[in-house]
């Protein structure tokens, strides 16, 4: 059987960054839950500008027993947000399987921020976010879907990054070590060209590997 690696990323400990096209693109509940069902322990997620929908999230989930490990919290200023983080990381612990901070810039984007304040505060909470992820060897996963100095500031601390687009048959995901190759429908799996590739190789190349060469037309039977 096919594993999952080959359709989402698996997630280390440290931060991940998923870039979006959309905040409220349901990548990122397919990639958390993902995650939430392969470490042991609770997961807290502190949500901002709405992300985390009730019924994306039992859309998504394989089983509600799943839903049952995340703590959720949602800010929705960038003040209440701040808070959220700075409490949440009293409370990790060794239990501590992951934590989640959809859209973790945005609300410091907001003009009821001044600019000194919003790059400060982000860089507060990326270094309490980084720090957590060390001490108890977590991963944390964070979203943005925009592309300005709050995102270069985001990162540039994490330890890994993936982007996502939404294509006919699902979201795909590319990072640096990571490509989606599978896609998982409801009793069946579509794959793809670079999946058989990355399985058998380039014919070309394991005929010369093998000592074989090109096979030309002639050999086949055919008019060169």
Request: proline share 4%; net charge negative; with cysteine.
């Amino acid at each position: 059987m096919i594993g999952t690696d080959q359709a989402l990323p698996e997630l280390e400990p440290g931060l991940t960054l998923l870039q979006t096209t959309h905040p409220h693109s349901t990548a990122l509940h397919q990639l958390a839950l993902d995650t939430v069902q392969q470490v042991d322990g609770v997961t807290f997620w502190v949500d901002a500008r709405n992300t985390s929908s009730s019924y994306t999230l039992h859309e998504v989930a394989p089983h509600r027993r799943l839903l049952r490990r995340i703590r959720l919290a949602r800010g929705f200023t960038a003040y209440q947000h701040f808070m959220l983080i700075r409490r949440v990381v009293n409370r990790a612990s060794a239990r501590t399987g992951c934590i989640v901070a959809p859209n973790l810039a945005s609300l410091y984007r907001d003009d009821d921020v001044p600019d000194h304040e919003a790059g400060a505060m982000l860089d507060a909470v990326l270094a309490a976010l980084s720090e957590v992820a060390d001490v108890y060897d977590i991963p944390i996963l964070v979203t943005d879907a925009d592309n300005d100095d709050l995102t270069d500031v985001v990162s540039s601390e994490v330890e890994a990054s993936y982007e996502c687009e939404q294509t006919k048959m699902g979201h795909r995901f590319v990072g640096e070590d990571f490509e989606t190759t599978v896609y998982w429908e409801d009793g069946y799996w579509q794959t793809t060209i670079p999946y058989w590739v990355d399985l058998l190789g380039v014919a070309e190349q394991e005929a010369d590997s093998a000592g074989i060469g090109p096979i030309t037309p002639a050999q086949l039977g055919g008019v060169a």
